[in-house]
C-alpha cells in the first residue's frame, strides 16, 4: 500500500520511513504543497487537516499525524503548541530553553511528562483511520544528547531509565517512542484492510 506522507519535517519523514518499512510504501510530501495551516485545537484535528490537505492535492491516501509533549506542572502544555512554543519561528532549541525555564524550580521528580501522537490516515473517498500513541516520562533536568530531533534530549522515556530520547539509537527509540506505537498500530489496521 502506497501512502503519501503529509510531514514537511525531514527528520520525521526518516522516523516514519523506518518504523514503516516492509509495512507500508511512505512517499515524501510533494515539495510544491504549500505550509498547512495547523490551527485545529487538539492534535487529531491537526492531523486531519494535513491529511486533508496532502490527499486533496495528491488524489492519493494521505497519513498525516500531530504530537504534543505534555508536562503534567504545566497542566499538560504545551501539548498541541508544541512545535511553536517558543512563537510560530521557533527552533526547537528555543522551545526546550523555553520549557526548561518555566520548569526552572521544579525538582525532577515533579517533572511527569508524556509525548502524545496522534495518526490519521485519509483515502480520497474520505474513509479514515486513527490510532494513538502515548510514552510517559520525565522531563530532564538539562538537555542530554544529540540523537533524534524536537524535544528528545530533554524527553527522560520511564523504559529507558536514565536516558533521554536524545541518548538512544533511532531503532531503541522507534521500539518505544509515541510515534513508534501510533504507527504500528496503523499498519495493523492497514494490514486487515489491505
Given at each position: 500500500m502506497k501512502l503519501v506522507s503529509a510531514t514537511a519535517?525531514?527528520?520525521?519523514?526518516?522516523?516514519?520511513?523506518?518504523i514503516l518499512s516492509g509495512k507500508v510504501e511512505l512517499l515524501p510530501r510533494p515539495s510544491v504543497i504549500p505550509?498547512?495551516?495547523?490551527?485545529?485545537p487538539?492534535?487529531?484535528?491537526?492531523?486531519l487537516l494535513k491529511a486533508k490537505a496532502i490527499m486533496r492535492a495528491t488524489g492519493m491516501p494521505a497519513i498525516a499525524d500531530d504530537t504534543g509533549l505534555e508536562v503534567e506542572f504545566l497542566d499538560d502544555r504545551p501539548g498541541v503548541h508544541s512545535a511553536r512554543y517558543a512563537g510560530m519561528d521557533a527552533e526547537p532549541s528555543d522551545n526546550i530553553e523555553k520549557l526548561l525555564k518555566e520548569l526552572s524550580e521544579v525538582p525532577l521528580e515533579k517533572r511527569g511528562a508524556r509525548f502524545r501522537t496522534v495518526i490519521v490516515v485519509?483515502?480520497?473517498?474520505?474513509?479514515?483511520?486513527?490510532?494513538?500513541?502515548?510514552?510517559?516520562?520525565?522531563?530532564?533536568?538539562?538537555?542530554?544528547g544529540h540523537l533524534g530531533f524536537g524535544y528528545d534530549p530533554i524527553f527522560l522515556p520511564c523504559e529507558m531509565e536514565g536516558k533521554t530520547f536524545g541518548e538512544i539509537s533511532d531503532s531503541k527509540k522507534n521500539t518505544i517512542s509515541h510515534r513508534g506505537r501510533a504507527l504500528n498500530a496503523i499498519a495493523s489496521m492497514l494490514s486487515v484492510i489491505a
Open positions: 519535517n525531514p527528520h520525521k519523514y526518516k522516523e516514519m520511513v523506518q505550509e498547512i495551516v495547523e490551527d485545529a487538539d492534535l487529531q484535528g491537526n492531523a485519509l483515502w480520497p473517498d474520505e474513509k479514515l483511520i486513527t490510532s494513538e500513541g502515548i510514552v510517559t516520562g520525565r522531563i530532564a533536568l538539562a538537555p542530554s
